[in-house]
């Protein structure tokens, strides 16, 4: 699997994202990570579309998809995975993106798309912090007490552990949350986690 991670939106290297999906140009918007509580409905509606039109732009076909409609349907998900060149997942609650994994078995499905050399996990902020080990350091923006779904109240602290560090997005930015980053980035450092910030514009790719 490739990836390309992004602090914020597409980022500043979109050619690229194109450039990593090969033949299939499927794409998959999962849209979870925004499922909190009193969330703004037609705000998140008009962002999610503003998403879309920017990937579709890009030459890609996009297919919005909502994790809750597969929990406890696991098989129904990784055969929807299956048909696609990749995903994007969209920003805001990296501890709500989480659950919503878990509970449809994404995560399960996230460790058998390792082995495909021609699919593309991509997206910014919470979609991209998901990667770490633990997210410890990020209850300082995202809220770990926020259970949106019956079907799970815990809140679940590790990540995907792709990687062995955590992706701070929105640093030094002109971005809400840039403030609380850089206490993210202290308490990371005073707690031993290893880490790597992200301007907004800035992207990792990895394959």
Known sequence: MKFYLSSFKLGNKSKELIRLMLDNKKIGYIINACDYTNVDFDKRVSWEKNDMESLSNLGLTVELIDLKKY?????ELRRKINGLGGVFIRGRNT???RQAMKLSG???IFNELLKREDFLYSGYSAGI???APNFKALQIVDDPKDKPYKELKETIWDGLGF???IILPHYKSEHPESADIDKEVQYCRDNNILFKTLKDGEVIIIE
């Open 163 to 165: 990687l062995d560090y």
């Open 95 to 97: 501890f709500i993106l």
């Open 106 to 108: 994404f995560d399960i």
């Open 129 to 131: 912090c998901v990667l």
């Open 71 to 75: 929990f406890g349907k696991i098989d």
